[in-house]
């Protein structure tokens, strides 16, 4: 296979990845951004928003414009929920968790 081939595979295997998820793949990031969702009532309702809506009680941000801030990535929002931080609650959450809570906030965030 020569050189020009070889960068079109390439190219084409690189426009593949982003392309919208479809069937199984769809499904499986719905159940997840759901799975988010519930987890973020349970753990994250007593001081968060979700929806852009704002509370004089309760400062700490909504978490759809943590999702629609530009910094905010899959990679970033892994790290700060692996991270202790002064003005949170101490969790202590499962890899799984943590992507369904990414998915979720990345789905409020538009991205």
Do not use: W, Y
């Not at 426009?15 to 951004?33: R, T």
């Not at 931080?85 to 969790?91: A, E, F, G, T």
Request: glycine residues 8%.
């Amino acid at each position: 296979m020569g050189f020009s081939a070889s960068l079109r595979i390439t190219s084409l295997a690189l426009a593949s990845l982003m392309l919208p998820p479809s069937g199984a793949k769809a499904a499986q990031d719905a159940q997840l951004v759901q799975q988010g969702r519930l987890l973020a009532q349970s753990l994250c309702a007593d001081c968060h928003t979700f929806g852009g809506q704002t509370r004089s009680d309760a400062p700490p941000p909504d978490f759809a414009r943590i999702g629609a801030m530009p910094s905010t990535t899959a990679l970033s929002l892994h790290v700060f929920l692996k991270s202790p931080h002064r003005n949170m609650p101490d969790l202590i959450l499962e890899t799984g968790q943590i992507d369904a809570l990414t998915a979720f906030i990345l789905e409020l965030g538009h991205k």
